[in-house]
């Protein structure tokens, strides 16, 4: 786990990859990058201070047995939200962007792959925090390719194995209810008559607009 405060960047930095087991979160604008196929990778961006963060994990929980590690989804989310407050943030100001979990094996129920176990955990501790989810692409059968500007919270994705280089902006939010029988158990926020508080996860997508890191990526900015 690595976080670092700079409250005054004075360059863009490379692109900084993280391994699975790994996350990062820094006050200096970057991208960072990483590959996911069963995995997820959760991408926070505070949107007032403007500076982001992204962890990548293999496996939805840690064994009683094993220390906590970021390797397991109900430890690297907690500790990802934990770095960006101690950069700084207020959690009010947090957003999130989901990516990966899919279904790459093919093999038994999907509905119990580990990559759905994996986007389940993700959306609940997000929900427990009322940490709204801006955007996903979650499940299917393909690896993904992402890319995280901090600058300004976009993230840029492509799916593995494709011959084009260029990646996209992820601008859309899937629907998650499917998730929501399965991990709200326990877990629900409620206001002072026991009646479950509405967690929106809707933003109009688009508002970071075009920010000077972007514009100087080898990437581009072509928007689908």
Known sequence: MTHRRNHSPTRIQPT??????????????????????????????????????MNHYMLPNRPSNCEASPRFGDVAT????????????????????????????????????V?????????????????????????????????????????????????????????ELEDLSCFSDDITTGMVIRDEDGLPLPIHTRAPAGASGRCQTCSTSSFGWRRT
Not at 128 to 140: E, F, K, V
Not at 145 to 168: K, S
């Open 16 to 53: 900084r990859n993280l391994l699975p087991g790994e996350l990062y979160c820094d006050r200096i604008p970057q991208f960072l990058g990483t590959v996911l196929g069963s995995c997820v990778a959760v991408c926070l961006w505070d949107s007032r201070l403007r500076f982001g963060g």
């Open 115 to 171: 990559g759905r176990r994996n986007v389940e955990v993700a959306v609940a501790e997000l929900r427990r925090r009322r940490i709204p989810i801006m955007a996903s692409r979650l499940s299917g059968t393909q690896g993904l390719v992402i890319r995280q500007c901090t600058d300004c919270g976009d993230v840029w994705v492509r799916p593995t194995g494709m011959m084009v280089r260029r990646l996209h902006p992820a601008t």
């Open 78 to 113: 907690p500790q990802l939200i934990e770095a960006m407050l101690a950069l700084g943030s207020n959690i009010r100001h947090l957003q999130a962007k989901l990516f990966g979990g899919s279904y790459v094996l093919r093999a038994g129920d999907p509905s119990f792959s």
